[in-house]
């Protein structure tokens, strides 16, 4: 499956911005989808997940309460709603769907996913 992830860009500190991830297969509904992050200098990290009938979802500690993730399974896409924004948000946003296997480990590991985007760089202002 193909990810293209849009909507990054830069923003201050304590706005919001809504990343898109639209994705090429018909079966998208049938996907796991997570978004991950990758600051300059530091490993990709978990940010949120959301199981494929979008009835379970998982946060990175940091982001709780401040992100959202969800998906409109008609539309083929998972969205990430990001407010209240920090300056140590600055990354590049990464979709992943997990296109194999049923079961659902709360989507917070890399190794779940099987197909990537290309990024989407959010920038922080202080």
């Known amino acids: 499956v193909q990810l293209q992830a849009f909507g990054g860009g830069l923003v201050q500190a304590g706005g919001s911005l809504r990343l898109s991830c639209a994705a090429s297969a018909r079966t998208f509904s049938r996907y796991a989808m997570g978004w991950f992050r990758q600051a300059p200098g530091k490993e990709r990290e978990f940010v949120a997940a959301?199981?494929?009938?979008?009835?379970?979802?998982n946060y990175a500690n940091s982001v709780k309460g401040r992100f959202t993730i969800s998906r409109d399974n008609a539309k083929n896409t998972v969205y990430l709603q990001m407010t209240s924004l920090k300056p140590e948000d600055t990354a590049v946003y990464y979709c992943a769907a997990k296109t194999s296997g049923s079961t659902w480990y709360g989507g917070r590991n890399i190794g779940e996913y099987d197909s990537w985007g290309q990024g989407t760089l959010v920038t922080v202002s202080s």
């Open positions: 959301i199981r494929w009938s979008g009835g379970s979802t």
